[in-house]
């Protein structure tokens, strides 16, 4: 296949939170798919570098730029930022979230969780949609925003930490729809719903309850980030022109919709 028939060849991508997991495996995705990607980070500059460079070997534009989604003004340079390296931006991938499962915010308090949560994860989203609408609408050929939520909130789970995951993810889910049409025609705005994703909350699970959670899903296996990336991909693509307010649950079958 040819760079020109590739999906997403021409097209500019930005993908925040893009230093590891499943960020990394969208934006390299979207390479591989003909896309020039910026990939953004707060913390993990060797991580988004390593991400550069592998986009790089692909013969593609990239640029790694710093994000802080908690804060408006680092959220209104990266979309120009973006644009100047890559020469156009098509596609913006709102993936950054806050980590509450993992390393030392694991042992923050709820209420500390929650509040991580909503200014990352939902307030992040929020103000990076509006920003990304801003650009893209100004655009004859318009653009793609995809937002990230979770395939739980339509079923609940129990747990504490899963209250506060339904509560963000569900408020992300809901303000795309809202979003959705509030943009179009000119911008589609759909969502992914990851469910039981292999990343490092996952490998700090125990033998047991790793297998209990693949055998409840009827594909009988945990995710992996291409998993999503794939279905990323998709959502960009023009093979999904007609689509927008839509969500994918990419969880193997656990939560059915």
Do not use: C
């Not at 997403?8 to 003909?34: C, K, P």
């Not at 640029?63 to 644009?83: K, N, W």
Request: charged share 20%.
């Amino acid at each position: 296949m040819t760079d020109a028939a590739l999906p997403l060849a021409g097209r500019g991508v930005l993908v925040t939170g893009a230093s590891s997991g499943i960020g990394r495996a969208i934006a390299l995705a979207a390479a591989r798919a003909g896309a020039d990607v910026a990939v953004t980070y707060r913390v993990n500059r060797a991580g988004a570098s390593d991400v550069e460079r592998g986009i790089r070997a692909l013969d593609r534009r990239a640029a790694a730029i710093r994000l802080d989604v908690t804060d408006y003004d680092s959220i209104a340079a990266a979309g120009p930022a973006a644009r100047a390296a890559l020469g156009r931006l098509d596609v913006w991938v709102n993936n950054a979230g806050a980590d509450i499962l993992t390393g030392e915010n694991a042992d923050l308090s709820d209420i500390q969780k929650l509040d991580l949560l909503l200014s990352v994860d939902l307030r992040g989203t929020v103000l990076a949609s509006w920003r990304a609408a801003a650009i893209l609408e100004s655009r004859a050929e318009g653009g793609v925003i995809i937002n990230m939520s979770w395939d739980h909130v339509l079923t609940g789970m129990s747990g504490r930490n899963p209250q506060m995951f339904a509560a963000v993810k569900g408020g992300i889910l809901a303000f795309s729809k809202s979003l959705a049409r509030s943009v179009a025609p000119r911008v589609r705005v759909n969502v992914l719903a990851p469910g039981w994703i292999d990343t490092s909350f996952g490998s700090g699970l125990d033998a047991d309850r790793r297998l209990a959670i693949a055998e409840a899903a009827p594909l009988g296996r945990w995710g992996t980030p291409e998993d999503v990336a794939g279905a990323a991909v998709f959502l960009a693509s023009p093979a999904a022109s007609f689509l927008t307010g839509q969500t994918i649950h990419v969880g193997g079958g656990a939560v059915m919709a």
